[in-house]
């Protein structure tokens, strides 16, 4: 298995920005699609961005594009999502996953994804 361990989250005012981090280890890193997700309470886990095992292909959902950019260093093990021009709505705990799949095209669908993080908090005040 592959262990995953997310960090930078925290408490931000509307219109800022934070740069979250996922760093991996255990297993082979740099063929794995990789994905970020977020939940706040009372919601399902809604799928944010994704990128493939290279880099060279990204993924945005609607509601993050052009504010949200993420990317990933196979020789570091880390991908991460930088956010800017927070909202209040981006407020959730985030989770990073990754497809143990070698050489899978990312996807928006959790079922796709085989490790995740245990999450970090965004908070975004108004």
């Known amino acids: 298995q592959v262990q995953l361990v997310e960090s930078g989250g925290g408490l931000v005012q509307a219109g800022g920005s934070l740069r979250l981090s996922c760093a991996a280890s255990g297993r082979t890193f740099s063929g794995y699609a990789m994905g970020w997700f977020r939940q706040a309470p009372g919601k399902e886990r809604e799928f944010v961005s994704a990128?493939?095992?290279?880099?060279?292909?990204?993924y945005y959902a609607d509601s993050v594009k052009g504010r949200f950019t993420i990317s990933r260093n196979n020789a570091k093990n880390t991908v991460y999502l930088q956010m800017n021009s927070l909202k209040p709505e981006d407020t959730a705990a985030y989770y990073c996953?990754?497809?143990?799949?070698?050489?899978?095209?990312?996807?928006?669908?959790?079922?796709?994804?085989?490790?995740w993080g245990q999450g970090t908090q965004v908070t975004v005040s108004s």
């Open positions: 996953a990754a497809d143990r799949t070698p050489y899978s095209a990312p996807g928006a669908t959790t079922s796709q994804y085989d490790y």
């Open positions: 990128i493939s095992w290279s880099g060279s292909n990204t």
